[in-house]
C-alpha cells in the first residue's frame, strides 16, 4: 500500500476510534444537577463497603427511576483505623500503592485485596445501573513524600513536587503539589488514570475551593481530561471564593458555596443569602452546590452528633428541598439510604419537584419581604411558572404569602398546581396567596389560561 494512502486510512480510523468524550465539553457530562448519595453525613470517614453496597442497594430499587444515580465513598476511604467524631491523626494505618497512591483500605473493602482497588465495587454498583464516586484531599500524601516514592510517567519522585506552603489546616495527609516542577502534572495523571482504571464517575476533591488553588484545579481538570473517563468533578469545600467564580464555572462540574452544612435551621436559613450570591454563576454542567442533604438517618459514626433522624422538622425538610430545586443545587443525600421512613422517601422521588431541579431556567429570587421569601423559575417547554414561597418566620403561625399574577408576566386567570401535594387547587385571578407555615415552604406551577 502506498505509504502516504496508509497514512491517510490510519489517520481516518484513528479519528474515528476516539472516544467520543474526548470532542465534548466536560460540562455536558453533567447537563442537570447531579442526583446522588454521600456516606459522609452518616459513617464520616468509617464507611464499609458492606453499608455502601447497601446503599446503592436501595437506590437501584426505590430512587434510580427519580434520577438518582451516584454512590459516592467520602473521605480517607485509604485509612484501615479512621474513627468517628473526628480523624485519626494518631497513628493512621495508610494504604499507599508503590507510586504514592492511595488505595483502597482492605479491611473495611474485602474486594480491594490482591490490588483490585475499587474496580470490583464500582462494577458492582455499575451493575444496578447507578455510578461510582470517591472523594479524594488535594495534593500528594504526605506519606508518599517521606517514602519518596516515584511518580508513575515521570523521572522525578513525590519529594521533588511537594511543598509545606498552603497545606491543609484540618487535616495533615497531604503536601501540596507545586504546578510547573517536573513530574507535578505526572502525578495527578497517574492517579486519575487509576481512577479511571477503577471506573470512576464522580470525583470530589476537598481542600481545593476554600482558598482556592487555582494551580491545582488545573492540574486536577487536564488529568481528569488526559484520563479516558467522563469524571464528573466536584470541588470542596466553601464559600469558594466569588472572586473565583468564573474560573471554577470553567474548570470543574459542581462547587461548593458553604462550608460543611448540617441540621440546623440557621444554617438553612442561610442558604436564602448565599444561593442569591450564586445565582449568576450557575450554567448548564456548572453547578454552585449547597452541600449535601442532612435528612433521614444520619450520624451514624459521623463527624457531627450522635445516630438520629434529622434534627429538621417537616417544614425545614420542606424548605431544604424546595430552596435547593428551585435553585439548581446539586442533591446529594447524606442519611442512611435503607434507614429512611415514608416521609423522607417522598421528598426524594417526587417527580414534580424534580422537574424543577432538572428542567427549569431563569431561576431567580421573585421577592423578600420580612421572613417572606419568594423565587421562581420558567418552565421552557410549555411557558409555565415554578414559584416557591417561604416563610423563614420564628413565630408559631402560618403566615398568608401573596403573590401578584403580574409579577410573572400573566394578565389572564391562572391554573395553580401544588406540585408537593400533586394536587391542582383552583383557578386564580389576578393574584395568588397561600399560607405557608413558619420555615416552610410551598411550590407550585402556575399555568396561564
Not at 161 to 167: A, D, H, M, V
Not at 418 to 430: A, C, N, T, V, Y
Amino acid at each position: 500500500m502506498n505509504s502516504s494512502r496508509f497514512f491517510v486510512i490510519s489517520f481516518f480510523m484513528i479519528c474515528l476510534l476516539r472516544p467520543v468524550f474526548a470532542q465534548e465539553d466536560f460540562h455536558q457530562w453533567a447537563s442537570t444537577p447531579p442526583m446522588g448519595w454521600n456516606s459522609w453525613d452518616c459513617y464520616g470517614p468509617t464507611v464499609m463497603e458492606s453499608e455502601v453496597k447497601a446503599n446503592a442497594d436501595y437506590m437501584a430499587k426505590y430512587l434510580k427511576g427519580a434520577g438518582w444515580e451516584y454512590i459516592v465513598v467520602d473521605i480517607r476511604w485509604y485509612v484501615g483505623n479512621d474513627k468517628a467524631h473526628g480523624y485519626n491523626e494518631t497513628n493512621p494505618d495508610f494504604v499507599l500503592d508503590q507510586y504514592g497512591r492511595f488505595q483502597p483500605a482492605v479491611n473495611r473493602f474485602p474486594s480491594a485485596a490482591g490490588g483490585k482497588g475499587f474496580k470490583p465495587l464500582a462494577d458492582y454498583i455499575h451493575s444496578k445501573g447507578l455510578k461510582f464516586g470517591i472523594h479524594i484531599m488535594r495534593g500528594i500524601p504526605v506519606q508518599a513524600v517521606k517514602r519518596n516514592l516515584p511518580i508513575l510517567g515521570s523521572s522525578a519522585t513525590a519529594a521533588s513536587i511537594y511543598s509545606e506552603e498552603g497545606q491543609c489546616k484540618w487535616l495533615k495527609d497531604m503536601y501540596t503539589v507545586v504546578a510547573g516542577r517536573n513530574g507535578a502534572q505526572e502525578y495527578y495523571n497517574s492517579i486519575f488514570k487509576l481512577y479511571a482504571s477503577w471506573g470512576l464517575d464522580f470525583v470530589k476533591v476537598d481542600d481545593l475551593s476554600r482558598p482556592y488553588h487555582t494551580p491545582e484545579v488545573e492540574m486536577i481538570r487536564k488529568a481528569i481530561d488526559l484520563c479516558g473517563r467522563k469524571i464528573v468533578l466536584s470541588t470542596s469545600p466553601g464559600e469558594t471564593p466569588l472572586a473565583d467564580a468564573v474560573h471554577v464555572q470553567q474548570h470543574a462540574n459542581m462547587w461548593r458555596t458553604v462550608d460543611d452544612f448540617w441540621d440546623n435551621w440557621k444554617m438553612l436559613k442561610d442558604h436564602f443569602d448565599v444561593f442569591e450570591r450564586w445565582n449568576q454563576y450557575r450554567a448548564p454542567g456548572a453547578w454552585p452546590d449547597g452541600d449535601m442533604l442532612p435528612l433521614g438517618h444520619i450520624g451514624i459514626r459521623a463527624e457531627r452528633g450522635n445516630p438520629r433522624m434529622t434534627a429538621f422538622t417537616k417544614d425545614e425538610q420542606y424548605t431544604l428541598m424546595t430552596l435547593w430545586c428551585i435553585f439548581r443545587s446539586p442533591l446529594m443525600f447524606g442519611g442512611d439510604l435503607p434507614g429512611n421512613d415514608a416521609f423522607t422517601l417522598s421528598l426524594l422521588n417526587n417527580m414534580e419537584v424534580l422537574s424543577v431541579l432538572n428542567n427549569s431556567t431563569n431561576n431567580k429570587e421573585l421577592f423578600r419581604t420580612g421572613d417572606k421569601i419568594g423565587w421562581v423559575a420558567d418552565d421552557p417547554k410549555t411557558g409555565d411558572k415554578y414559584v416557591a414561597l417561604f416563610n423563614t418566620a420564628d413565630q408559631p403561625d402560618a403566615v398568608k404569602i401573596t403573590l401578584q399574577l403580574s409579577q410573572l408576566g400573566f394578565s389572564n386567570s391562572c391554573k395553580v398546581r401544588d406540585l408537593w401535594s400533586k394536587l391542582d387547587i383552583g383557578q386564580f385571578e389576578s393574584e395568588f396567596s397561600a399560607y405557608i407555615n413558619p420555615h416552610g415552604a410551598g411550590l407550585y406551577k402556575i399555568s396561564p389560561q
